[in-house]
C-alpha cells in the first residue's frame, strides 16, 4: 500500500522567507508524487506533479518540488514566500496506472508579514 | 462546463435527515471522485467512478453513504440519516482518464454540517 507523510501540519515562515514543507512517501513501486494547494473555501489546485522524469520539478507560482528516491521524500519549497502563499498544501502519491490518489494529512502555511 | 461544479456550497442539516450532494465534472472527464475533508483528518477516499461504473467504492465509511453517477456526468452523493460526525467539507474531482498520471481536477466542495 502507499502512504504519505507530511511533517508538521502547520508552518509559520516571515514574508520573503524561504518555504519548505516536508513529505515522505511510502511505495513499493515507483511513486508518481504530486503537490496541491487549498485556499480558504476553494478546492484544490495542482502546484506540480512528478511521475518519473525530471527530479526536481517545477509548478506554479515559484514552488518546485524535488524527488529524493534515496530519502523517499518529495519536498516543497519557494525560495521567497508571499503573503498570498498563505494555505493549505497536500502532498499526495499514487503509482503508474493507480485509480485514485492518496493524500497526506496537510501542512497548512502561514506567512507572517 | 469549464471546472467541476458542486452544489449546495453549504448545506445544514438536522441528524437524521438525509441530503444529497451533488457534482457535475469537467465535460469528457471520464473519471469522477468523492472524497472527504474533515477537521484534522486530511482528504479520505470515498468512490471513484468510471463513466457510470463505481470499480471502487472501499471508501463510503457505512451504509448510509450511497453515490450514483449517470449519463456519464453529473454524480450525486447521498448520505441517509445524518450523524453529526458525517459534518465535513465533501470534495468531488474529476479526471480526464481513470488513471492520476494528470491529476485531478476538484471542486469547491460542499460543507455539510449536520446539527
Known amino acids: 500500500a502507499q502512504s504519505v507523510t507530511q511533517l508538521g501540519s502547520h508552518v509559520s515562515v516571515s514574508e520573503g522567507a524561504l518555504v519548505l514543507l516536508r513529505c515522505n512517501y511510502s511505495s513499493s513501486v515507483p511513486p508518481y508524487l504530486f503537490w496541491y494547494v487549498q485556499y480558504p473555501n476553494q478546492g484544490l489546485q495542482l502546484l506540480l506533479k512528478y511521475t518519473s522524469a525530471a527530479t526536481l520539478v517545477k509548478g506554479i507560482n515559484g514552488f518546485e518540488a524535488e524527488f529524493k528516491k534515496s530519502e523517499t521524500s518529495f519536498h516543497l519549497t519557494k525560495p521567497s514566500a508571499h503573503m498570498s502563499d498563505a494555505a493549505e498544501y497536500f502532498c499526495?502519491?499514487?503509482?503508474?496506472?493507480?485509480?485514485?490518489?492518496?493524500f497526506g494529512q496537510g501542512t497548512r502555511l502561514t506567512i507572517n508579514p | 462546463g469549464a471546472g467541476v461544479s458542486q452544489s449546495p456550497s453549504n448545506k445544514v442539516t438536522e441528524k437524521g435527515k438525509d441530503v444529497e450532494l451533488r457534482c457535475d465534472p469537467i465535460?469528457?472527464?471520464?473519471?469522477l471522485y468523492w472524497y472527504r475533508q474533515s477537521l484534522g483528518q486530511g482528504l479520505e477516499f470515498l468512490i471513484y467512478f468510471q463513466g457510470n461504473s463505481a470499480p471502487d467504492k472501499s471508501g463510503l465509511p457505512s451504509d448510509r453513504f450511497s453515490a450514483e453517477r449517470t449519463g456519464g456526468s453529473v454524480s450525486t452523493l447521498t448520505i441517509q440519516r445524518t450523524q453529526q460526525e458525517d459534518s465535513a467539507v465533501y470534495l468531488c474531482?474529476?479526471?480526464?482518464?481513470?488513471?492520476?498520471?494528470?491529476?485531478?481536477?476538484f471542486g469547491s466542495g460542499t460543507r455539510l454540517t449536520v446539527v
Open positions: 499526495a502519491v499514487s503509482k503508474e496506472g493507480a485509480q485514485k490518489l492518496v
Open positions: 465535460s469528457g472527464h471520464t473519471a
Open positions: 474531482a474529476s479526471s480526464l482518464v481513470g488513471v492520476t498520471n494528470y491529476g485531478y481536477t
